[in-house]
Nanobody, 124 residues
């Protein structure tokens, strides 16, 4: 059974940092691109970042570029998202998702499994 379990969310003041983690199990983690997707209250899902199978290629949404860093540890089946200089508009439920296809020219992906999400709230 494929499982993706996110952790590390919380409440932080603007300008603060958080590190999200996603523990993957039940599939060959190292052969899949992985992604972070977020959903703010009342809005649709927003892609945040994607990383390739080896971890050497990353893409980011313009809204987080330069502030967020995605990484993976294939030996530990773990995906991470380091979030710095957080802004109130980063408030959302953050999901890790397994990528089934990725088009780098359009920054669009398709996903087949999602975790349950971890809440990030940025507020003073």
């Amino acid at each position: 059974e494929v499982q993706l379990v996110e952790s590390g969310g919380g409440m932080v003041e603007p300008g603060g940092s958080l590190r999200l983690s996603c523990a993957a199990s039940g599939f060959a983690f190292s052969i899949y691109y992985m992604s972070w997707v977020r959903q703010a209250p009342g809005k649709g899902p927003e892609w945040v970042s994607v990383i390739n199978i080896g971890g050497g290629v990353e893409y980011y949404a313009e809204s987080v570029k330069g502030r967020f860093t995605i990484s993976r540890d294939n030996a530990k089946n773990t995906l991470s998202l380091q979030m710095n200089t957080l802004k109130p508009e980063d408030t959302a439920l953050y999901y890790c998702a397994r990528v089934t296809s990725w088009a780098s020219h359009s920054a669009k992906g398709e996903y087949d499994y999602w975790g349950q999400g971890t809440q990030v709230t940025v507020s003073s």
